[in-house]
């Protein structure tokens, strides 16, 4: 299943090794913890230039409808891309070593100062943080889609269902894949005929 970028991309983007996904994934894995899906996208896209912005939204969308944490979706979709089985390992590897380290130091730490009210502050601090993080990649990930009304609409219903209505996030990808699908083929046979 190894994908070559298409030729529009090929001399912007860069095809990582094993070994460059799994240092990748080591490096976003201790430095985004609690709030990894913003900064994948920044590593992935306009750092390491692995993906178009295009393509990692296509790829998250698919992360997001399968079972398990998003960025752990992610990094074994974009191993299996270049490298198959080796660049799904190198990149579950890769990303779940540091923070596994760092959870269960951690653990042991706040195990001894749960109770100090600074602590207690700390953890308030994080969580707005993570929360504007996840405000930042959400922009990011439309900016896109401000050329494709269609997808943009799917997007902004989803949001809808989901944050507004508390429809459950199966029941609304259950409902919004096929219209996604159906539209994004729509598109696909407009370009094919226009060409």
Known sequence: MKQIPSTTHA???????????????????????????????????????????????DLLGLCQFLPGGNVINLSVAIGVRFHGWRGALAGLLGLIEGPSLVVIGLGVVYEQTQ????????????????????????????????????????????????????????????????IGIAFAARAARRASNAS
């Open 11 to 57: 001399a912007t983007l860069h095809t990582p090794t094993v070994r460059e996904l799994f240092l990748g994934f080591v490096g976003l894995g201790f430095t985004s913890f609690g709030g990894a899906l913003p900064l994948a996208r920044r590593t992935i896209v306009e750092q390491r230039r692995w993906l178009s912005a295009a393509e990692f939204t």
């Open 115 to 178: 109770n100090d009210p600074r602590v207690q502050h700390l953890f308030v601090g994080l969580a707005a943080a993570a929360a504007g993080l996840l405000v930042a990649m959400a922009v990011k990930i439309l900016v896109p889609l401000r050329h494709d009304p269609a997808g943009a609409c799917i997007a902004l219903t989803g949001f809808i269902a989901i944050a507004i209505l508390r429809t459950p996030l199966l029941l609304t990808m259950l409902v919004l894949t096929p």
